[in-house]
């Protein structure tokens, strides 16, 4: 039996405009980690309580707030699109992630949740990764982008772009646990994936799709945050 | 511009203790091929309104009850463990499922939720797949269980385990829709998987591992539904 006292938590942070899979993808892992290894409990905390909208038309509700847990052993930030431009500007957001950075074991995020680390100063001279049509913010933070389905660098570790929090996850099942025991989660979860139209051809994305957008959201959703607004902007 | 009328209603049934990857997974890519095909509506849909568990720690909201959204072009309907074994016997949920069966172009499930299409007799004698640990339940609803990552049989189209429902969404997306269209979603979702420790190693599962306590959920969860029972008995 584990005590409460011996639990470690793993808080998955949202925030309004979150995108749905980018928290769920790595929250099922753990999820379905806990019953072989019930030490690590996953946790859903927010700055405030109340049903939280997400990019999909399934809004969620999260159990806890920040104060309710302030010193997790794990903590993962997901992403989404101009609800993280905004969410880089949460005060109630960066001096959580400022504060359990100290003394949690894994720093993690998923998609653009890279960059609310970053706002916050944590990628900086770091290598990292983030969903692909933003790596020039992560780069203005001073992170070095890494294109890899999941970068660790110290207590640091970032995924790509939304689905990758699944790999994120059963990375780190397999670090904290076992190998044996991250294959039983992956078969839990029938994590066997085929693309119906294969993987990703690289060389046909363009990485700066997105950036006249980009640059108009950080006008937008940063308008009362100058300093991290001129940083992007740079 | 895509008037109201025009719109085709993609219906993801909810109810409590699903598993959360089961529907955020596909409602993830109908969300994200909205912007390219904003014909295809997504609407997460249960019984009664209100805050609902999922066998994680992250409760979610339907915004819709069944009789608001009556005839949705689609519904897919995800799977859960003895949640599911109960939501089979629901005769809400069966009800629904009936009714929107005879007017909806697709009708599909992720992982267990081919179960509650079973129990609902809509299987009978069809193609069908589910998660690997429950064939034994599917074949009893008189479907032929198929190994496969999906399987469509008809209007029918289910999918294997929890993280299955994402390759499934992408192919339906290809198919209402064309590759290109549904290649785009794969990329903003990033969906280029790296399972950490590679693909299942199939040699190596025991399908019948959890058939002592299937037997015991059937039991319990389905104690009100001896019809049903009697079927998942024989």
Same mark, same amino acid.
């Given at each position: ?12 942070? =949202? ?31 927010? *700055? ?8 999909? #038309? ?11 847990? #302030?010193?997790? /052993?794990?903590?993962?930030?997901? &992403? &989404?699109? *101009? ?23 894994? =720093?993690?995020? =998923? ?9 916050? +100063?944590?990628?900086? &001279? ?36 939304? /689905?990758? +929090? ?5 990375h780190l099942a ?21 693309? #119906?139209? +294969?993987?990703?051809?690289? /060389?046909?994305?363009?990485?700066? %799709? ?11 959703? %940063? ?5 991290l607004r001129a940083?992007?902007?740079?």
């Amino acid at each position: 039996l584990t005590t409460e006292c011996q639990k470690k938590q793993v808080a998955f942070v =949202v925030y309004p405009g979150v995108t749905a899979l980018d928290v769920v993808g790595p929250l099922q892992v753990f999820s379905d980690l806990e019953p072989y290894a019930p030490q690590f409990q996953p946790v859903v905390v927010a *700055e405030h309580l109340g049903t939280m909208a997400t990019d999909t #038309p399934l809004s969620v509700v999260p159990r806890h707030t920040f104060d309710d847990v #302030p010193e997790p /052993s794990i903590v993962i930030v997901p &992403g &989404g699109f *101009e609800a993280t431009i905004r969410a880089m500007g949460s005060e109630g957001i960066r001096d959580y992630l400022l504060s359990v950075a100290e003394t949690a074991d894994v =720093v993690g995020s =998923v998609c653009t949740g890279a960059l609310i680390l970053g706002a916050a +100063g944590l990628l900086e &001279g770091r290598r990292a990764t983030t969903h692909w049509a933003f790596y020039i913010l992560l780069e203005k933070l001073g992170a070095t982008y890494v294109h890899q389905r999941w970068v660790e660098d110290g207590k640091f570790i970032t995924a790509a772009g939304v /689905s990758a +929090g699944i790999d994120l996850g059963l990375h780190l099942a397999g670090r904290l646990t076992n190998e044996d025991t991250a294959r039983l989660v992956q078969l839990r979860i029938e994590y066997d994936p085929e693309p #119906p139209f +294969g993987p990703i051809d690289w /060389s046909k994305v363009d990485r700066d %799709l997105l950036a006249p957008i980009l640059k108009q959201y950080v006008a937008t959703e %940063l308008a009362d945050r100058p300093e991290l607004r001129a940083k992007l902007e740079a």
